[in-house]
T-cell receptor
Framework: NAGVMQNPRHLVRRRGQEARLRCSPM?????VYWYRQLPEEGLKFMVY????????ESGMPKERFSAEFPKEGPSILRIQQVVRGDSAAYFC?????????????FGSGTRLTVV | DQQVKQNSPSLSVQEGRISILNCDYT??????FLWYKKYPAEGPTFLIS?????DKNEDGRFTVFLNKSAKHLSLHIVPSQPGDSAVYFC?????????????FGAGTRLTVKP
């Protein structure tokens, strides 16, 4: 039973390009969360999705960022026209019910570097 | 807005001794607290949690203490082992168990020396 799979592990983009980060939740998990960790900071909530629905995107920047979790396939976090300030580690987590009681299972993250 | 604060960026402890990691919060609505452990190049791993109706939760070598009046929680690791060396994040949530808006502290890097 594979854990939460994120790819790529490392992604380098030039300013103005698009970045696509993928997350496959654990089998049986229909709740997906994206977090961002800037250098020397804790994890910051970005968006919470269930299959085909965005439940809470209050942590997402208003522009350039979008997320989806289609009926088939992984969840995608998309960043358009990347800027240097987008450089960070992006973590995806999943849970079967959305219940916090046992925490979430995190993936290993995607490190985005914008040059 | 830093609602969850871990004021010690690092902690060094001798193997076999107790490690105490501290966490303070400002939002009195927080009612569920979690600790995560993170190794380099890996995602955070859930360690232990506590709800606000309790003041202590124990799981093996790990115990979390909650002081609601002081808005303070701590994680005790006894005895500490070299494999415990990692970054520890404190997280808090308000509302109910389904609330997705966990707030994380900045983390404390624990080093356990053999």
């Amino acid at each position: 039973n594979a854990g939460v799979m994120q790819n790529p592990r490392h992604l380098v983009r030039r300013r103005g390009q698009e970045a696509r980060l993928r997350c496959s939740p654990m089998k049986g998990h229909s709740h997906v969360y994206w977090y961002r960790q800037l250098p020397e900071e804790g994890l910051k909530f970005m968006v919470y999705l269930q299959k085909e629905n965005i439940i809470d995107e209050s942590g997402m920047p208003k522009e350039r960022f979008s997320a989806e979790f289609p009926k088939e396939g992984p969840s995608i976090l998309r960043i358009q026209q990347v800027v240097r300030g987008d450089s960070a580690a992006y973590f995806c987590a999943s849970s079967p019910t959305g219940d916090l009681l046992y925490g979430y299972t995190f993936g290993s993250g995607t490190r985005l570097t914008v040059v | 807005d830093q609602q969850v604060k871990q004021n010690s960026p690092s902690l060094s402890v001798q193997e076999g001794r107790i490690s105490i990691l501290n966490c303070d919060y400002t939002n009195s609505m927080f009612d569920y607290f979690l600790w995560y452990k993170k190794y380099p190049a890996e995602g955070p791993t859930f360690l232990i949690s506590i709800s606000s109706i309790k003041d202590k939760n124990e799981d093996g070598r790990f115990t979390v203490f909650l002081n609601k009046s002081a808005k303070h929680l701590s994680l005790h690791i006894v005895p500490s082992q070299p494999g415990d060396s990692a970054v520890y994040f404190c997280a808090a949530s308000a509302g109910n168990y389904n609330n997705n808006d966990m707030r994380f502290g900045a983390g404390t890097r624990l080093t356990v020396k053999p």
